[in-house]
Nanobody, 125 residues
């Protein structure tokens, strides 16, 4: 079945960088929108960045200019490059995959069918 396997989380200091990866298995990678969400305990999961089938990207205001989402269709892998990390970026990060065609990526986590297992990102001051 479909699997999304994440890697790349960890602990960094304020101002550091990390790159998250999400490898998709048995998923039509180039056919639907993909996204990265994050969640902290007690809060709802929020969309950090998304990418549509043509490679157009969108970002939450809180990460614009610092994070970059990209994908490699040949490798079936989604990436999130995070720079200038701040303590408020500390969260569990999840990649997510849609299964319906949408002209623009959905902001609603409920619209994404498949999820990675999550990878923790911790930024210390």
């Amino acid at each position: 079945g479909v699997q999304l396997v994440e890697s790349g989380g960890g602990s960094v200091q304020d101002g550091g960088s990390l790159r998250l990866s999400c490898a998709a298995i048995e998923y039509p990678f180039s056919s639907y929108c993909l996204g990265w969400f994050r969640q902290v305990p007690g809060k709802e999961r929020e969309l950090v960045a998304s990418i549509d089938i043509d490679g157009k990207t969108t970002y939450a205001d809180s990460v614009k200019g610092r994070f970059s989402i990209s994908k490699d269709n040949a490798k079936h892998t989604l990436y999130l490059q995070m720079t200038s990390l701040k303590p408020e970026d500390t969260a569990m990060y999840y990649c997510a995959a849609d299964v319906l065609y949408r002209p623009i990526p959905s902001l609603d986590s409920g619209d994404y069918r498949y999820w990675g297992q999550g990878t923790q990102v911790t930024v210390s001051s």
